[in-house]
């Protein structure tokens, strides 16, 4: 039995402690917001954050974070970075066929919380571990640009 | 009467069966009673997502009691925009309220839900989603308008004639009466059907040409999206698969004992490719495939490699092949000439790697079975399942999901990993669902790949320094040969294999293209994202530039003299390099560095794009693409946003495979199994994207895979323009880039 916390709730899993976060989120929880693309962080699709910081779930064993608190893609509007992400995808229409975004999101969410002004290099460095076989880059990019600007009218607020 | 009629838009075609179907090839769907006959069968009334009662009014629309508008699409939704394009179709004739719409994959039905450019067959591919619904959406949604205008006249004792529709309201100014949709669904829902309706004058429009929101953007933001991957059924298993390690490899045994001893796993079962393990969760499964041990017989086994078949081929271009194209003397054209140039490219096997790996659930049901899947080709997928259970077509129910990515992939031919899955599910008697999930390696390596090709090209340039003769010969495997789609291959020749070559539209008075399909490479080929043009434009277009230099000429300049009988060509030509700067001389880039422009247009799935490429080179041979000026005619643009974000894909897309794109065999192994072997376009990798759209009357044409074929070559043509080479083989080489 392995413990975790995920979006706020205890969960208690029996799964073999190897077991990816990945695997234990989508066919344990039926947490299926975060997607398999690659099981070698190698593209991004699987990205959680664990405390906060964007993880790879697919390499990440259930052992290596138990009690821990896990965030995923379906709890990531509690926030109000997370909100200000989503919203801002949805005006632009950056999604295509969207099997990358949870984790492109979750990424581009822990850029903001931690700079709420990236710079496009900036966004590079965040996002460059992100694969978008689609290449919806260049709104990702203006996305990021759009959140940071709804972020910085609600502090002035 | 204003019938729609769809135009002939479609140089393709399905002719031969697939398990009996006959797959047709439609020269011209005009919309009249019989395609009416087929829009006006009602789907089932099924409740709204708010459980209200909805009303069928035909195939393709539903109206709820709470004014949900549902759309039914016949298309897979794969990342393209089909959804969001094919509900404006709709929902602009219907004159519906945007907010109120939403849409719905449709079950496998061809009867209903065929595509109208494939005959009898349901699926989506060669970007004609939007073209072949244009006239059927438009009537589905001008007849039901015309259903509720009938049914507010009655209610309201008033003449219809004095009826106006606007967002999903229905009103009668005189009176001052009005209902909206949902009021009027059950009563609309009786009305008989008229064939005769006017539709919109484009002026009319309201929806179509302006920017609706994609109608999948919020539930891809949030998680909710249901892909074939999210797929829990009760009592399912999840089936990870041993494969062969070379392609026509054959199980001669395996011991599954180890694999049986692992947590989770419920059981291990040979099917026709391989060995399945099934447990109760994927990593289960994964970790069981990992404990099985295997012995293959790889005596008949496909053993060379990339270098080996690119060897065969170069040899088998020095012989003429079967005629594509014949037009002229061309012999005669290179006995005179003043100048002959010669040139030849290598394009390599390119992996699909969608995001999605290839995955499907299968159950089998009292009625047949059921299937979940990014459902691209229903009826060829209907037919191949029903044979590895033994039951009618009409049996297989079929659930379309997204599809996270496919670029041609799930389009399969031969349905390998649908067959597959069903093949689990066989073996185990039916006992459970079953998921089948290939892992990110068994995707790449599992075949169905862009073809490799070798193009040899040869110019003849006359002594008053034109382009006199053009000889262009091909050698790759044919997609179509041999799989049941063989019906589409005309003396030999594999019409995908040559489009874009064949139909070359430059004015060259004397010109020949051959094409050699050797069917001794065992490697499994298939469409990748713009088919035969992912390679016929980079040749073309880069050699066009090569024969530009030889005399003397701007490529565009030379481009615009070789197209006077291709306006639409020439207008995108035009404006690309009009916004591109093209007659402005490019900015330096920082020292030791080279920088260059470079053009290149192509027409593929009749739209018409033209691209042109900024790039730096740096002195190490290291490339940059810094920006690229797009321009775009794909007739009436049904949602610019789409076509613009469409294009900024599409450029990325091409990019990656240009950059590092190369499915590379080892004595037949696939060397690459992930993306650390098979890079894909990163964000800091992505050029600055600008599109333009040209205005158009003309009916909307495909726009997913258009935009792919003019990149590589424009970028091609950049890095000649800088460095005077112009690279021979795809992917790009720093050592071929380097001053």
Same mark, same amino acid.
């Given at each position: ?22 695997? #234990? ?9 975060? *997607? ?27 052992? #290596? ?39 492109? &999101? ?6 903001? #919380? ?29 996305? &990021?640009?759009?959140?940071?600007? *709804?972020?910085? *009218?609600?502090?002035?607020? | 009467?204003?019938? /729609? ?140 308008? !015309? ?66 929101? %994609?109608?999948? $953007? ?37 011991? +599954? ?150 670029? +041609? ?90 489009? +874009? ?27 990748? =994202? ?46 690309? !390099? ?16 080279? =920088?260059? %422009? ?57 990019? $990656? ?21 098979? /890079?894909?376009? %990163? ?16 009916? /909307? ?39």
């Amino acid at each position: 039995m392995v413990t975790l916390k995920v979006n706020g709730k205890p969960r208690q899993l029996d799964v073999s402690p190897d077991t990816p976060l990945l695997w #234990a989120l989508r066919d344990t929880l039926q947490l299926t917001g975060t *997607k398999y693309g690659c099981g070698q962080a190698l593209c991004g699709a699987c990205n959680v954050h664990v405390d906060g910081v964007p993880t790879r779930s697919c390499v990440t064993p259930v052992s #290596a974070v138990a009690g821990r608190s896990i965030t995923t893609i379906e709890a990531v509007d509690a926030g109000r970075v997370g909100r200000a992400v989503q919203e801002a995808w949805r005006e632009l229409d950056v999604v295509q066929c969207g099997y990358c975004q949870s984790g492109q &999101i979750m990424s581009a969410v822990a850029l903001l #919380a931690a700079n709420r002004k990236p710079s496009d290099a900036d966004i590079d460095n965040a996002m460059a571990g992100n694969l978008c076989r689609c290449a919806t880059y260049q709104r990702i990019r203006a996305a &990021i640009h759009e959140a940071a600007r *709804k972020l910085g *009218k609600e502090k002035q607020a | 009467m204003n019938a /729609p009629v769809i135009e002939n838009l479609s140089r393709r075609g399905f002719l031969q069966g697939v398990g009996g179907l006959t797959l047709g090839f439609c020269i011209s769907a005009p919309l009249g009673p019989a395609a009416l006959a087929r829009i006006a069968v009602a789907p089932a009334t099924k409740g709204s997502p708010r459980g209200a009662p909805t009303f069928g009014f035909n195939a393709f629309l539903r109206i709820g009691s709470d004014d949900t508008v549902t759309v039914i699409s016949k298309h897979l939704e794969m990342g393209q925009g089909t959804y969001t394009g094919l509900a404006t179709i709709l929902a602009e004739e219907l004159d519906a309220d945007w907010k109120a719409v939403r849409v719905e994959g449709a079950p496998a039905d061809a009867s209903r839900y065929n595509n109208l450019f494939w005959g009898p067959a349901q699926g989506t591919g060669g970007s004609t989603a939007i073209a072949n619904s244009w006239g059927q959406l438009r009537a589905a949604g001008a007849t039901a308008r !015309a259903m509720l205008v009938a049914a507010a006249a009655k209610r309201w004792q008033v003449p219809a004639s004095e009826i106006t529709v606007r967002d999903g309201v229905v009103m009668h100014a005189a009176s001052r009466r009005r209902a909206r949709f949902g009021e009027l669904a059950e009563a609309a829902a009786q009305e008989k059907l008229l064939i005769d309706v006017a539709l919109k004058k484009p002026s009319e429009f309201r929806l179509v040409g302006r920017h609706a929101r %994609r109608l999948d $953007s919020a539930d891809k933001v949030n998680g909710k999206a249901q892909f074939t991957q999210d797929v829990q059924l009760p009592g399912m298993l999840v089936a990870v698969v041993a494969h062969a390690p070379r392609f026509g490899a054959v199980l001669r045994g395996f011991d +599954g004992a180890a694999a049986k001893r692992v947590k989770g796993v419920a059981d291990v079962v040979q099917i026709p490719s391989g060995v399945a393990v099934l447990a109760s969760d994927t990593w289960s499964a994964k970790k069981g495939r990992d404990a099985l041990k295997l012995d293959w017989d790889e005596a008949k086994a496909f053993k060379l490699g990339t270098d080996e078949i690119l060897a065969k081929y170069r040899e088998l271009a020095k012989k003429p092949g079967l005629v594509a194209h014949a037009s002229g003397d061309v012999d005669a054209a290179f006995a005179k000439a003043a100048k002959v140039i010669r040139a030849e490219f290598d394009f390599p096997y390119l992996a699909h790697a969608a995001m999605e790996p290839m995955n499907c659930v299968v159950r089998r049901t009292a009625e047949g079975c059921e299937v979940w899947n990014g459902e691209q080709l229903h009826t060829g997928d209907q037919y191949a399942l029903a044979a590895v259970f033994g039951l009618k077509a009409e049996q297989v129910k079929i659930n379309m999901l997204y599809a996270g990515g496919s670029f +041609g992939r799930r389009a399969n031919t031969r349905s390998d990993y649908v067959v597959e899955a069903a093949n689990i599910v066989k073996a185990i008697d039916g006992r459970a669902p079953v998921k089948l999930v290939w892992l990110r390696e068994d995707d790449m390596r599992g075949g169905y790949y862009r073809p490799l090709f070798h193009h040899a090209l040869e110019a003849a340039i006359d002594a008053e320094g034109r382009l006199a003769g053009w000889r262009h010969r091909l050698v790759g495997q044919s997609i179509l040969k041999g799989s049941p789609f063989e019906g589409m291959v005309k003396n030999g020749i594999d019409a995908v294999s040559v489009e +874009g070559a064949a139909n070359l539209p430059y004015a060259i008075p004397n010109m020949r293209v051959d094409l050699h399909s050797p069917d001794d490479i065992a490697v499994p080929v298939l469409w990748w =994202r713009s088919v035969g043009s992912s390679h016929t434009a980079y040749s073309t277009e880069v050699f066009l530039d090569q024969a530009a230099k030889a005399m003397g000429k701007d490529p565009v300049a030379l481009r615009l003299e070789l197209l006077a009988k291709h306006p639409r060509h020439a207008a995108v030509l035009r404006l690309a !390099a009009e916004k591109a700067g093209w007659d402005k001389p490019l900015a330096p880039g920082k020292p030791g560095t080279r =920088r260059g %422009r470079g053009v290149a247009v192509h027409e593929s799935f009749h739209s018409y794009v033209a691209e042109v490429a900024e790039v730096t080179v740096a002195a190490d041979g290291t490339l940059t693409v810094d920006r690229v000026v797009c321009a775009v005619d794909c007739g009436i643009a049904v949602n610019p946003d789409n076509v613009r974000s469409q294009v900024e894909g599409a450029v990325g897309f091409a990019l $990656s495979a240009a950059l590092y794109g190369e499915i590379a065999l080892k004595d037949g192994v696939v060397t690459a199994g992930n993306f650390d072997a098979y /890079p894909i376009l %990163r964000i800091n990798e992505m050029p600055k994207v600008e599109v333009h759209i040209v205005p158009s009357p003309a009916d /909307p044409t495909g726009i997913g895979e258009p935009p792919v074929p003019p990149l590589a070559p424009a970028v091609a043509n950049a890095i000649g323009a800088a460095t005077g080479r112009y690279p021979g083989r795809l992917p790009f080489r720093a050592e071929d880039l380097k001053v």
